[in-house]
């Protein structure tokens, strides 16, 4: 009689339940960096590009997850992630200042830059009571900081691997701009859940494309994007701020 060997498999290490907290934390929607008011031209998309379905709105939000978060903003992410558990300074700097400059219209630019403050201002009252942490916080304040640098000081703060930190920021936004999506098509809450389940399938191969982006392959281009954003600042009537 032929008998089947078990090999047993080897879990991964568990995350601490309290880097788990925070980066459930940081993900949320209720984080008072006030997130919810943007549509990230989502809005002027439904007026002008015709995104005015469930099928048309999951797929501009696919396409803004692998074309413009996954090249950009999450590969800084990662990259200012390991900057700043390095104390490597001078290439936060950098990043900082890539993120600020690839911003193709006024809004965009004072979305990040109001985000960031937001989030140095919350993470300025998790941790007074920390020198250490105190220290690179203040630092974030004065580059001046944008979202996704931001938001990767408060995630080197954890012990979550580099991964896991991207996971929970991109699942974050695409929480929000599904939020942003069924009150500017407008959709129900149940078409809000479907998109929401078909950018949490495209999830993973977007983190994976941005842990393996460096300096030279970031890229910020989204042509269409950067006219409708424009668009949006004169739009006549707007639930968003961008």
Same mark, same amino acid.
């Given at each position: 009689m032929n008998t089947i060997a078990f090999i047993p498999q080897t879990a991964p290490a568990a995350l601490p339940a309290n880097s788990l907290l925070q980066l459930i934390w940081l993900a949320s929607p209720a984080l008072p960096v006030g997130g919810f008011s943007y549509s990230e031209g989502l809005e002027i998309a439904v007026e002008r590009a015709g995104v005015d379905t469930e099928a048309t709105t999951a797929a501009w939000l696919v396409d803004q997850l692998k074309l413009s978060q996954a090249r950009g903003d999450m590969a800084v992410l990662h990259e200012a992630l390991v900057a700043w558990r390095a104390q490597d300074y001078a290439q936060v700097r950098r990043l900082n200042d890539w993120v600020l400059h690839t911003r193709e219209s006024s809004e965009m630019r004072l979305?990040?830059?109001?985000?960031?403050?937001?989030?140095?201002?919350?993470?300025?009252?998790?941790?007074?009571?920390?020198?250490?942490?105190?220290?690179? @916080?203040?630092?974030?304040?004065? %580059? /001046? /900081?944008?979202?996704?640098?931001?938001?990767?000081?408060?995630?080197?703060?954890?012990?979550?691997?580099?991964?896991?930190? #991207? #996971?929970?920021?991109?699942?974050?936004?695409?929480?929000?701009?599904?939020?942003?999506? *069924?009150?500017?098509?407008? #959709?129900?809450?149940?078409?809000?859940?479907? @998109?929401?389940?078909? %950018?949490?399938?495209? *999830?993973?191969?977007?983190?994976?494309?941005? %842990?393996?982006?460096?300096?030279?392959?970031?890229?910020?281009?989204? /042509?269409?994007?950067? @006219?409708?954003?424009?668009?949006?600042?004169?739009?006549?009537?707007? %639930?968003?701020?961008?």
């Open positions: 979305q990040t830059e109001q985000m960031g403050r937001s989030l140095g201002d919350w993470l300025r009252n998790q941790h007074a009571g920390s020198t250490e942490a105190m220290r690179d @916080i203040t630092l974030l304040a004065v %580059l /001046p /900081p944008t979202y996704p640098v931001a938001f990767a000081l408060a995630a080197a703060m954890t012990q979550a691997r580099p991964e896991d930190v #991207l #996971l929970a920021y991109t699942f974050g936004w695409a929480e929000n701009m599904v939020q942003a999506a *069924i009150k500017s098509v407008p #959709l129900g809450q149940n078409a809000g859940q479907r @998109i929401l389940a078909q %950018l949490a399938a495209a *999830i993973p191969q977007a983190v994976a494309h941005a %842990l393996q982006v460096r300096d030279d392959d970031r890229q910020a281009f989204s /042509p269409m994007l950067a @006219i409708l954003s424009a668009q949006h600042e004169t739009q006549y009537s707007r %639930l968003f701020r961008s």
